[in-house]
């Protein structure tokens, strides 16, 4: 059974940084996009960043210049660095990954529980 976990979220103070992780276990054929999104309490899910197997990273523009999003392939696992954390990017926030869990396997999408980012004014 393939599972993803975050961790490294809490609370940081206006301009402060934080780093999340995300590990993905269990055996997987192939991991192509890893990427992070998040929720904010009354809004829907929108996509914060993703990178593709190959290191071609996408970003929303409510981060870009601030988030760095990495992977580490022989780990499974992707990281999002936060810069400059402003107190409207307090949400949870999930990983998820897209892949295929034998060769023979359809492509599909894995999501991680989430972990919670609050920042402070």
């Known amino acids: 059974q393939v599972r993803l976990v975050e961790s490294g979220g809490g609370l940081v103070e206006a301009g402060g940084s934080l780093r999340v992780s995300c590990a993905a276990s269990?055996?997987?054929?192939?991991?192509?996009?890893m990427g992070w999104y998040r929720q904010a309490p009354g809004k829907q899910r929108e996509l914060v960043a993703t990178?593709?197997?190959?290191?071609?990273?996408n970003y929303a523009d409510s981060v870009k210049g601030r988030f760095t999003i990495s992977r580490d392939n022989a780990k499974n696992m992707v990281y999002l660095q936060m810069n400059s954390l402003k107190p409207e990017d307090t949400a949870v926030y999930y990983c998820?990954?897209?892949?295929?869990?034998?060769?023979?396997?359809?492509?599909?999408?894995?999501w991680g529980q989430g972990t919670q980012v609050t920042v402070a004014s």
């Open positions: 998820k990954t897209v892949g295929q869990r034998y060769n023979y396997s359809p492509r599909t999408q894995y």
């Open positions: 269990g055996s997987m054929f192939s991991i192509d996009i």
């Open positions: 990178i593709s197997n190959g290191g071609s990273s």
